[in-house]
Every structure is written in C-alpha cells, then in structure tokens.
C-alpha cells in the first residue's frame, strides 16, 4: 500500500503561482494513476487534475484549464501539480490521490481512488 504525503501549500497573493508536490512511500508511484482534489471550506471535496502512470494522459477540472499543470517524476516517487495565476476561489485543502491499476495510459474515473494523502492548505488573498 502506498503512503502520500503532500507539501508545498502556502499563502500566496491573487495572481501568484506555487507548485505542490505528492511524496510517495511504500510503493513505487509508477504503479499508480494519480490525481489532485481539494475542498475549500463549507464545500465538497473537488476533482482538480488527472495523470496517467506514463504520464501520456492528463485531465484538468474546467476551473482550473490553462492555470494548473500535473505532472509526474517516478524516479522520483513524486507528483507534482504547479498553479499559476492563482485566484482566491482557489483557496482549499489540496489533496493528491493515487488508484492502482494496470493500464499505463487511461486515466480512473474521478470516484475512483484508493489511497489518499493528508493534505495540504493553499491560501490566495485578494
């Protein structure tokens, strides 16, 4: 089973960028299709953006097209998700979730992950 650990929250002024990285132990990531959610406060937890274990698909919530990028290193047992042009509405706990599965390329449906990090809290003042 793998264990997730998220970092590289922070606040940050409206406009500004931060990357947030997903550390993964106890197996390899390679193994596992990966993705960013988060929940601002009084909301539901939001799918944010999708890679596939080869990193030869991704998928990006509407909200954050053009702005967000995920990305993946698996030598470096990391995933990685840098936001640019950063809103308030993006305020939330960011959290990154792996699914295993066999296939490189698809993606999981976005109910479909089974292990999960604890999180991490992105701030963006007006």
């Known amino acids: 089973q793998v264990q997730l650990v998220e970092s590289g929250g922070g606040l940050v002024q409206s406009g500004g960028s931060l990357r947030l990285s997903c550390a993964a132990s106890g197996r390899t990531v390679s193994s596992y299709a990966m993705g960013w959610f988060r929940r601002a406060p009084g909301k539901e937890r939001e799918f944010v953006a999708a890679?596939?274990?080869?990193?030869?698909?991704?998928d990006y919530a509407d909200s954050v097209k053009g702005r967000f990028t995920i990305s993946r290193d698996n030598a470096k047992n990391t995933v990685y998700l840098q936001m640019n042009s950063l809103k308030p509405e993006d305020t939330a706990v960011y959290y990154c979730?792996?699914?295993?599965?066999?296939?490189?390329?698809?993606?999981?449906?976005?109910?479909?992950?089974?292990?999960w990090g604890q999180g991490t809290q992105v701030t963006v003042s007006s």
């Open positions: 890679i596939s274990r080869n990193s030869g698909s991704t």
């Open positions: 979730a792996a699914d295993p599965t066999f296939w490189l390329h698809t993606l999981p449906g976005r109910n479909n992950y089974d292990y």
